[in-house]
């Protein structure tokens, strides 16, 4: 079946450095492909998405492109703040969501 | 523009007692889905209302997990003789289309309701 896989957590790095969480998909068909974000007290979050391959999704300093020859949709920033911290899920859809596990990222000052 | 709303938001119940969790969407829109969040784990697919009908369920993990949405707004979410098992944090998810071919959709999440079975 689909399948999403990420690097598990925690990311733990300083402000100002460059943030890579890698996501791989398993799936059949064409999905699309989602990063969502869980900030502490706070509900999931849409932050980037990418429908197609080639695609490359971006919000608030975050990109991931759908590369389909490696079925992969890496999330990057390159200079992380402190307000970054929180869990980051990546997803995919064909008929229904399917997320990875999480990645906890937590940015020092 | 309320967002999407549950309640209680956190839960706990004895063991074998039922609970009910209720989910109001996102005024006007036709989809709505339930996940289940364990500790540290990505949510899970329960179940997908288009409108008033469930047009998916293959993730409900027994028969003692039961959801309506009667008229197609609010939806409950009932669990029956709650089990260690259950404690979880479920997610209820609004959009505004409804999928079957659509795949570029955006579900927006409600802050989920923790239940502890204990």
């Known amino acids: 079946g689909d399948s999403v896989t990420q690097m598990e957590g925690p990311v733990t790095l300083s402000e100002e450095a460059f943030l890579t969480i890698n996501c791989t998909y398993t799936?059949?068909?064409?999905?699309?492909l989602f990063w969502y974000v869980q900030y502490p007290g706070e509900g999931l979050q849409l932050l980037l998405k990418?429908?197609?391959?080639?695609d490359k999704g971006s919000n608030k300093g975050f990109e991931a492109t759908y590369r389909k020859e490696t079925t992969s949709f890496h999330l990057e920033k390159g200079s992380v703040q402190v307000s970054d911290s929180a869990v980051y899920f990546c997803?995919?859809?064909?008929?229904?969501?399917?997320f990875g596990t999480g990645t906890r990222l937590q940015v020092f000052p | 523009g309320a967002g999407v709303s549950q309640s209680p938001r956190y839960k706990v119940a004895k063991r074998g007692q039922d609970v009910a969790l209720r989910c109001d969407p996102i005024?006007?829109?036709?989809?709505l889905f339930w996940y289940q969040q364990a500790l540290g784990q990505g949510p899970e697919f329960l179940t997908y209302?288009?409108?008033?009908?469930?047009?998916?369920k293959s993730g409900l993990p027994s028969d003692r997990f039961f959801a309506e949405r009667p008229e197609g707004s609010v939806s409950t979410l009932k669990i029956q003789r709650t089990q260690q098992e259950d404690s979880a944090v479920y997610l209820c998810?609004?959009?505004?289309?409804?999928?079957?071919?659509?795949?570029?959709?955006?579900?927006?999440f409600g802050p989920g309701t923790r239940l502890t079975v204990t």
């Open positions: 998810a609004s959009s505004l289309v409804g999928t079957g071919g659509s795949n570029s959709y955006e579900q927006y």
């Open positions: 799936a059949t068909g064409y999905p699309s």
């Open positions: 990418a429908t197609k391959a080639d």
């Open positions: 997803a995919l859809i064909t008929d229904k969501l399917i």
């Open positions: 005024s006007g829109h036709v989809s």
């Open positions: 209302f288009q409108n008033e009908a469930q047009l998916d």
